[in-house]
């Protein structure tokens, strides 16, 4: 396969946009497949920044839509499905495009899955159990003591991730980042062109703020009380999506709304900062400005030209 193109960077900085017009200009029959954690669930779109059904006539998307909120999904589903999906759109002739910020589902994706220990059934219930005693916050607090490197890149709210850490520090006394750093790759690599968008912190999270705005104006309470209604349960693995916890908790009388704004404009704050660590520590990535791409349009055709990644004469390059 490959090499695949690459679109990433933090929540907000524009990444749809980039890759629909560079599948609109580029010359090469592009696909997307999505590597937004949370787009791959049915009904979370308002708040999930889910492309349009104009944009995925325009441009194949995949991997979005394929699961109900009570499913869960990991970094290594995802890189098995992905790479299923670009096999597909290859051997079809044309060009895929991954785009999305999820840098765990990206490595997983690209650089494949490390070898890790095996779960412990009995551990898993006593964390469970303990969760819902002592509450997750108290759980969170034990992983950033016991693997403090882990702790940094999980939201203190991701029960999944925490009680995955724990489970693995509990069964092996070993923290899963040092699992990981000493078995960082998997065995089977996937070439890839990576190029990065990027804004300087303050405007970020000023549109953080606007699209958040936005969203809410566009009918993001209404969104979660029809999925309420409709069965999906505040804890369903879907509920992990930042704004749409904070919003269910509004519908159901704990807090005012604007008390869940301000929870996700901070909360999707947070999740910025943690991707861009997460990015800046990758290599060989083609970083841009969000707010030249009218004048770097340029450079990223150059740039995926000499990869073979773009044609100016309009011929799809295979």
Not at 259 to 273: G, L, P, S
Request: glycine share 10%.
């Amino acid at each position: 396969m490959g090499p695949v193109l690459v679109i990433l960077g933090p929540t907000a900085v524009g990444k749809t946009a980039l890759a629909l017009r560079v599948a609109d200009e580029a010359g090469c029959a592009y696909e997307i497949v999505n590597a937004d954690a949370l787009q791959v669930y049915r009904g979370f779109d308002i708040g999930t920044a889910k492309p349009t059904m104009e944009e995925r006539r325009a441009v194949p998307h995949h991997l979005i839509d394929i699961l109900d909120s009570s499913e869960r999904f990991s970094a290594g589903e995802f890189a098995r499905r992905a790479r299923a999906a670009i096999g597909d759109i290859e051997a079809r002739g044309g060009r895929a495009m991954v785009v999305g910020g999820s840098g765990l589902y990206l490595r997983a994706l690209l650089e494949g899955i490390s070898p890790m220990p095996p779960g412990d059934p009995e551990v898993r219930s006593r964390l469970r159990e303990r969760r819902a005693a002592e509450g997750l916050s108290v759980l969170y607090e034990e992983l950033r003591a016991g693997d403090p490197e882990t702790a940094g890149r999980v939201a203190p709210r991701d029960s999944q991730r925490v009680l995955r850490a724990l489970e693995v520090l509990a069964v092996t006394g070993r923290p899963l980042s040092r699992w990981i750093a000493s078995q960082p790759f998997g065995e089977s690599r996937l070439p890839a062109v990576r190029v990065g968008l990027t804004l300087p912190r303050t405007i970020l999270y000023d549109r953080i703020s606007d699209r958040v705005s936005r969203m809410i104006d566009c009918g993001w309470v209404n969104e979660v009380v029809t999925l309420l209604r409709g069965g999906a349960s505040p804890g369903h693995p879907a509920f992990q999506a930042i704004g749409y916890r904070q919003i269910a908790r509004h519908v159901q009388g704990g807090c005012t709304l604007e008390q869940a704004i301000d929870e996700t404009i901070t909360a999707t704050r947070r999740f910025a900062k943690r991707q861009w660590t997460w990015f800046r520590k990758e290599a060989d990535i083609f970083w841009l400005d969000a707010r030249d791409l009218d004048e770097r349009m340029s450079d990223i055709s150059d740039h995926l030209s000499r990869r073979r990644l773009w044609r100016r004469d309009g011929q799809a390059q295979h």
